[in-house]
């Protein structure tokens, strides 16, 4: 255990759409050697955070883990950096199952975060301190204000800032700390998932520029400071990451190489399943199937995490190497985990069995407790983890490999764990269909740090595979990526 002392504050807001990601920005503007955390289990609100930031961040969720876990990832995440910004997700108090359970205001609790809330007050007047008691006192303890210590309004004129200040400091008690003005300048358009990706955004850099001028003039980001600097000291234990492997194991750790799909498409992953990932000794390979040709050589795993596949449908089938690439990688042998996006992008390459559509509407999403009904390279059956799902396709194949459990006790089964079901001239592959399923894959989105095993298993299978390469065939003309199967006819297997 350690005690580590970062200054550091939460920006949350009474709900959905109020501003939080853009004033978040237009603090990392500011903050350059900031860390930036997303609390709940959103991808897109990172990624906004790692182009500003222009480094890896991360997600901190104490639906995936509990208080003590969290801190850790807190730790980890915010390491070398000498302030911290979290965003929370939805409103302060929602949480899952209509309880605060993982909300924004249980996460500033666990670390210790003062908070921030951004209020938009468009179309707003004196109301918005009744808004703001509202929140402050609702978990009010000791007059501690719910933990809330200062306020941003967004979508703000100037006039109207000069006039709610001074009312929302006298009524309610709370510093006002700036305001943001309704500029179109800076506005990111959404679609059905939250905001575009930012790769989406033609002119981002420019958006941001005009945020990061704006903020300037109008958020007080001295008096942000101070109140960030009155977080308390917070105890962690600092080697989740490292008793895992890391540099002390780094020598008796077995090498081995994830093909990691990373693009436009494909960009929705968590860092701490790549962290952990990496921790226990895998080298991770990043290629795009937009883009890219093949399946990176000498890999011995796949993993095709979600984001936006449906946007680029053409874009995709039209790569045909890469398609039969990805084929012949999963004929091979070796483990291959996709979640969401890629789940569906197996089912496109002809690797999965289904068919899926757009159902125009939201068909199963929020917080699951994944339970295994049946053995898999990941674990045992009887083993569960966190997972959460956000997606507006279905597929007639979902699998039964796992029992989702929602909070409320809804159940359904899900995730596929199979072969190849490609034919042979579809692949380019000779060997024989491999007996033990070697493909996980689903719509829901795993978060490794719930269920560590996950992760290590992950990693042990693509070791089993890489072993197995080497007493097989070698350099495999009919398999992509170098990978051989023991049993290709072209080089004198069974």
């Not at 390979?285 to 990176?296: A, H, I, K, T, W």
């Not at 979902?398 to 006790?409: L, P």
Request: net charge negative.
């Amino acid at each position: 255990m350690a005690i580590f002392d970062i200054p550091r504050i939460l920006i949350s807001s009474p709900g959905s759409s109020s501003g939080k990601t853009l004033v978040t920005c237009a603090l990392l503007g500011r903050l350059p050697d900031a860390a930036a955390i997303k609390c709940g289990p959103d991808f897109i609100d990172p990624l906004f955070h790692q182009r500003v930031l222009g480094k890896k961040t991360g997600n901190v969720d104490l639906f995936f883990t509990d208080e003590a876990v969290a801190r850790s990832i807190f730790a980890h995440d915010t390491e070398g950096a000498d302030f911290a910004v979290c965003e929370g997700a939805m409103g302060f108090y929602d949480g899952a199952g209509g309880t605060d359970k993982a909300s924004a205001y249980e996460v500033s609790r666990a670390l210790g975060c003062p908070v921030i809330l951004v209020v938009d007050v468009k179309g707003k007047s004196l109301s918005v301190c009744a808004e703001i008691n509202g929140f402050a006192s609702f978990r009010e303890e000791n007059g501690d204000k719910s933990g809330i210590r200062g306020v941003i309004l967004n979508r703000c004129s100037g006039a109207l800032y000069e006039s709610l200040s001074g009312a929302i400091e006298r009524e309610c008690g709370v510093k006002v700390l700036g305001y943001l003005e309704p500029r179109a300048e800076f506005e990111i358009e959404s679609r059905h998932l939250g905001l575009v990706t930012p790769d989406a955004v033609s002119d981002l850099q420019k958006k941001m520029d005009a945020l990061f001028c704006a903020a300037e003039k109008t958020i007080n980001i001295d008096e942000i400071k101070r109140i960030a600097r009155t977080a308390p000291p917070l105890e962690a234990d600092t080697n989740l990451f490292a008793e895992n492997g890391g540099a002390e194991s780094e020598k008796t750790l077995p090498k081995i190489r994830v093909a990691v799909a990373k693009d436009e498409a494909f960009c929705f992953y968590y860092r701490e399943n790549l962290d952990l990932l990496e921790s226990m000794g895998a080298e991770l390979v990043y290629f795009s199937p937009l883009r890219d040709r093949l399946v990176p050589a000498g890999c011995h795993a796949l993993y095709l995490g979600g984001g936006y596949p449906e946007l680029f449908p053409v874009q995709l089938a039209e790569n045909t190497t890469m398609l039969q690439s990805v084929r012949s990688f999963c004929r091979s042998g070796a483990p291959v985990f996709a979640e969401c996006g890629g789940f569906l992008y197996l089912q496109l390459a002809g690797v999965l069995r289904g068919t899926f559509e757009n159902k125009k509407k939201l068909v199963r999403f929020g917080y699951v407790t994944l339970t295994a009904n049946k053995d898999t390279f990941l674990c045992q059956a009887g083993d569960t983890i966190q997972a959460h799902e956000f997606h507006y396709f279905d597929t007639t194949e979902n699998g039964e490999t796992f029992t989702a459990r929602k909070v409320s006790g809804k159940e359904w089964h899900c995730i596929q764990a199979t072969t190849a079901v490609a034919e042979m001239h579809q692949t380019g592959c000779h060997a024989p269909v491999q007996d033990k399923p070697n493909i996980v894959a689903g719509f829901p989105h795993l978060y490794f740090a719930a269920n560590v095993s996950f992760a290590r298993n992950f990693v042990s299978a693509a070791e089993s595979f890489k072993n197995r390469r080497k007493t097989g065939c070698s350099s495999c003309g009919g398999c992509s990526a170098e990978n051989s199967c023991g049993g290709c006819v072209k080089n004198g297997g069974n």
